[in-house]
DNA sequence: CGGAATCCAATGGGATACTG
DNA sequence: CAGTATCCCATTGGATTCCG
């Protein structure tokens, strides 16, 4: 752990960034980025309406946002169709796609860790003390 | 990947839940959490106020909750020594420390991407229009 | 020291209604 | 269809104070 000295001293400074990966946290573990970004890459490009359907509980204003969140940070692109009706579709970009092994080994850890976590929860609300 | 079927047929009535990480997320990137276990991985065993100092930004109140939670997830263990003054001690538990790879390719991910979604934001601020 | 209690401000997100 | 606009509530988190 040679070389960590100035990353130490960072954080004294700005302490949050403490965590290497507070960054990455922030723009791919946001609220509903995951779901969204999950159902682009596993159904491909998909329609608005189409993605609020798949996700089920989002509402259309929140879907905007983080939309217009992940297109902003690269992970997503929109293409606008001058129609009438219109039509807009969103595709996970390469960028995007490249989460995706980070997906497979979260998704692999919840597999093999997920009851642990419920079987502490477990013990600890069977303590009456707290 | 057999034995899937039936979480995937939950994602169809409980969407929220169509993407198989969202569990992990809600477990392990809560706010404040990635900061916490990263210090305790890399810092080891500490005490309440060190965990303060290390951390920076975060109120006691607020690093209270989350290591409540994350000792009722099995992710940290408190000990407390009925000494005066009281000494109360964290440790990260070998599940906490299971998620160590997970950090290590987000830390990675982080590393090669990082300046990407920069660039993507930059780019998607330039544009007058929005 | 290691919190708990209280109060308060900001934010996020849901519900609803409306529009190009 | 693909949003936007508005209202509103619940949760989060900061600041402060106090206690065993």
């Given at each position: ?38 159902t682009l890459h596993?159904h491909g490009r998909q329609r608005?309406?189409e993605l ?24 997503v692109v929109r293409t ?8 807009v579709e969103y595709e996970i970009t ?37």
């Amino acid at each position: 752990m040679a070389g960590d000295a100035d990353r130490v001293a960072d954080a004294a400074t700005d302490p949050e960034l403490a965590c290497p990966t507070s960054a990455v946290v922030d723009i791919v573990f946001s609220r509903w980025t995951t779901p969204i970004l999950w159902t682009l890459h596993t159904h491909g490009r998909q329609r608005f309406v189409e993605l609020e359907r798949l996700i089920g509980t989002i509402t259309p204003k929140v879907l905007t946002q983080r939309l217009r969140q992940l297109e902003r940070d690269g992970m997503v692109v929109r293409t606008y169709h001058p129609e009438v009706p219109p039509r807009v579709e969103y595709e996970i970009t390469e960028l995007g796609r490249s989460l995706a092994p980070l997906f497979a080994h979260l998704a692999e850890w919840a597999s093999g860790n997920l009851d642990k976590v419920e079987r502490a929860r477990h013990d600890y609300d069977a303590v009456p003390s707290r």
